[in-house]
């Protein structure tokens, strides 16, 4: 994800909300962590995203009626 506009963290692990077109691309980027350098390979990107801080995550979210993806919002008993 590449955002239109910096976006500065309050805290480590914040969540966000991204918005954006997801497009098929392949990319490799590096990823700086605390115990060194990995290379991360991915499918998409999501350029010029508008990120914002997100107020709570949601357990599950609204999928259209037909979606193939129904299931993963099928609470568990």
């Known amino acids: 994800v590449t955002p ?24 490799k980027s590096q990823l700086f962590i605390l115990d060194g350098v990995s290379v991360i390979q991915s ?7 508008d990120v914002v801080a997100a107020d709570s995550v949601p357990d599950t979210i609204t999928l259209p009626v037909n979606s193939p993806w129904s299931f993963l919002n099928k609470k568990k008993n």
Not at 8 to 24: D, F, I, N
Request: aromatic content about 10%; glycine content about 6%.
């Open 43 to 49: 499918g998409y990107t999501v350029r010029k995203a």
């Open 4 to 27: 239109a506009r910096p976006y500065k963290m309050s805290e480590a692990y914040q969540p966000v909300s991204v918005t954006g077109t997801l497009k098929p691309d392949m990319e």
